[in-house]
């Protein structure tokens, strides 16, 4: 994989990066490299905001482009959404995060492969993810968090589902920047994934797994 594209995502070079997205696009990446690779440059801007080097107005900057990237690339890999393969899933980034750019990037990796996904927003509290599942039957959750400080809430609705009798019949699945194997444990998720390639194969893992996944 060149790191051109990563980069000039991480130098916040818009018309660089753009380009080098048409590019690759013309050349036959897929959906899925593509934004492994913007996703790299992110991290680097991440890295160099909490070293000092960058501001806040630069993170801002970056989901600016990032959103452009996105809207490239849904253009040109857009399917006709009619399609789908009737599994339900019930997405959102977890209370007191507003992060989104990386949720919003599985949600239309999964939708482009036939899911139906009920996206909750952001900054949601356990109770509205509860009152979903109770309201659509779904039974794949999918978490977002990149906050340290929220991973707790994650925890939070891990051991309200248990509460309310639902934690056996839900699927739950975390992603961001800084899940491990660690965060898993300590929430006690199902699966963890701080990459878009290795979520939809979760995703794919649990659908073919589980017999009693909710269709439409
Ligand atoms: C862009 C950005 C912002 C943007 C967010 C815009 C948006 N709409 O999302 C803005 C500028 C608003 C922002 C704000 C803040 N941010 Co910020 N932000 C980032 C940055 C640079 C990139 C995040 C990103 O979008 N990455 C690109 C996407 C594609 O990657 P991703 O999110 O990891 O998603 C991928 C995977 O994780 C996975 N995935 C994601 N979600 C899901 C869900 C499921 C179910 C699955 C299976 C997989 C999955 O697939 C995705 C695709 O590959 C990160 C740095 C980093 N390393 O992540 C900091 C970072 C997360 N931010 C940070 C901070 C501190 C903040 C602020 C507190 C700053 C401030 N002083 O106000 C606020 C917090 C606001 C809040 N309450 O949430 C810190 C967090 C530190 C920590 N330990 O908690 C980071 C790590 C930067 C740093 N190194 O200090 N931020």
Redesign the pocket.
């Known amino acids: 994989m060149d790191d051109d594209l990563i980069s000039a995502m991480a130098n916040l070079e818009e018309e660089k990066a753009l380009a080098l997205v048409r590019n690759k696009i013309k050349a036959g990446e897929t959906a899925f490299e593509i ?2 690779q ?2 790299q440059g ?2 680097i ?3 160099r ?2 070293e000092g080097s960058y501001y ?1 107005s630069d ?2 900057m ?2 600016a482009i ?1 959103k452009e990237v996105m809207e490239l690339i849904e253009h040109h890999f857009l399917t006709n959404g009619t399609e789908t393969n009737g599994i339900q899933v019930i ?1 959102g980034t977890i209370e ?8 919003n ?2 949600i239309y990796l999964l939708r482009s492969s036939g899911y139906r996904v009920y996206d909750l927003g952001v ?1 949601v509290p356990p109770e509205k993810f509860v009152e979903a599942i109770k309201e659509t039957g779904a039974n794949i959750v ?3 968090v ?4 929220c991973i707790g809430y994650v925890k939070k609705l891990v051991d309200l589902l248990a509460e309310v009798g639902l934690r056996n019949k839900v699927k739950i ?7 491990d194997e660690q965060v898993k444990e300590y929430t006690g998720v199902d ?1 963890v ?4 390639v290795l ?1 939809l194969d ?2 794919e893992r649990v659908a073919r797994e589980s017999d009693d996944i909710r269709r439409d």
């Open positions: 934004v492994e913007c996703r992110v991290e801007v991440g890295k905001y909490s806040l993170l801002i970056s989901e990032l997405m007191g995060d507003i992060h989104d750019l990386g949720k990037i599985v900054d999918g978490i977002c990149l906050l340290t400080f699945i975390l992603g961001g920047y800084p899940v699966f994934s701080n990459n878009a979520a979760i995703f």
